[in-house]
């Protein structure tokens, strides 16, 4: 968990935040002063009346950037691209093929591969959101987005492009904002300690006459001997005891001393699918070094060292399309002659390119194979000055734990068992002006029990794009998005709104 330095509440109740440099970028103002929150760190304790203060200025961390309307972006800008892109997001989903059964047919899959448009909507919730456990209590900035995805392909004999819609989804993100300790106080006890409090039976069976009992008592007598009990507090040094009772109360001042819990992670991410998934996802800003902002632009490989197969559309359990460790496919160079041969026992022993061929074959490639190079290409020619890089996962290798719940239907047939999320925020500079933009890769990992001999394949559903606010792109693509996802025609009489309702760049 990452905590912001020198932060804490003032005598009047303020909270005070260090002053980043005006002469700073928006994000290096946002990022500065951040550092690892350790167990030896001051913690500033919780007072009921320092509430309303607290949630008014709850921290939103980097999620505060998110805040307001993106939309693609796409790459036709830069001279280096030699094919223009339709849209500026790139996904590849992997289905069983129509006909197919895993007890009867299996091994059958239809592949996509489809450039999409977006319009990803982030708005925060006023307030903190307040997190109770007893001794520790964690504040969050909540953070809700809204996200739609048009496929786009050009329509066989036509010039014109089709969109068509392809995802909805919604949730929200938690920035986790402050840890506080809560002690016990005089008030606190008596007004939680409930209508019947009252204990008669420490007096019947240990000669206590108090009326709460809110520390330890402890028999002194030793085995055999009448039994004798004193309060923790009465017992002197060196003194012998044999059992211990409990305290059935607490007094003021405790959890003074803990426990004093540090999430694991930063940032979570609740998301609802249409398809009938739900998933939470956990993670962080990852470090260069000792810096959570890092200098520059996000770097992706080239060539042979773009095979990482956790970044490829195709898995190792998909036979990974027969490469082996000394003979990598240079994803920037055309795909391997087999690709574009008729497979057969002789230059497929085993079946492994079947399952391969057709996405390096695919007209997207090499953005087909690892979509991500995507990302890496719009890169290119931008000057980018700085950027945030936020990691998060469904499954962590250790420690804290997201999931993924789906409906029976795709827990039967497609079930999701894993997502891992990057996302970049980035400082791009542009006439002289800086210009945020968001670029992500979401790989979501599907498992098919459609083994001919039993085994599983678990295959990649990836999603990469780049994104900035509608004022920030240019006016042809602009056009376009307000067309697909602010202009909407009225369900009732048909028409559209002019100008476009929820259209962020025509507001006054």
Known sequence: MLKRKKENLGADGQLLRKRASEDLSYLAQLMDGYTKLAIDDPVTPFKEENLDEIGRNVDYGILEALNGTWVSYNMNYNENITKPSLASGIHTTIMPSPGTNPGTIPGKFSFDCEEYIEKLTFS??????????????????????????????????????????????????????????????????????????????DEKNYGYKGRYRDEPLLRISPDGQEKKYILQSELQPGQPYYEIIPAQEIKPGAGLDGPYFIPDYSISRSGVIPHGSTITLLGDIAPQGNS???????????????????????????????????????????????????????????????????????????????????????????????????????KMKTGAQGGILNVPFVNRFVPTVNVDMHMWIETVVENGKDILQLQYEQIVFFEFDFGNDGGTTSWPHIQTNTLRKLEDIPEDQRKVIEEQFFVQPDIITGNTANPPAGCPYHKE
Request: a negative charge.
């Open 124 to 201: 925060l919730v006023p307030g903190g959101v307040r997190n109770r456990g007893g001794a520790s209590e964690l504040f969050c900035g909540a953070v809700k987005y809204e996200q739609t995805i048009k496929s786009v392909n050009k329509i066989e004999g036509q010039e014109a492009l089709k969109y068509t819609p392809i995802h909805e989804e919604n949730g929200m993100y938690l920035w986790l904002s402050d840890v506080y300790n809560h002690a016990a106080t005089k008030e606190s006890i008596e007004r939680d300690r409930g209508i019947h409090a009252e204990s008669t039976s």
């Open 292 to 394: 959570y902002l890092i200098t520059g632009s996000p770097v992706f490989p080239y060539g042979t060292a773009a095979w990482q197969p956790k970044h490829l559309s195709i898995s190792r359990t998909m036979g990974s399309a027969g490469v082996k460790p000394d003979d990598l496919i240079d994803l920037d160079q055309p795909a391997p002659a087999w690709v574009h041969e008729t497979l057969d026992d002789v230059n497929d022993s085993g079946s492994n390119k079947i399952y391969t061929q057709r996405i390096l074959a695919d007209d997207l490639y090499p953005y087909s194979v690892r979509p991500d190079l995507r990302l890496r290409d719009t890169l290119k020619g931008q000057e980018v000055s700085n950027y945030v890089h936020v990691k998060m996962t469904s």
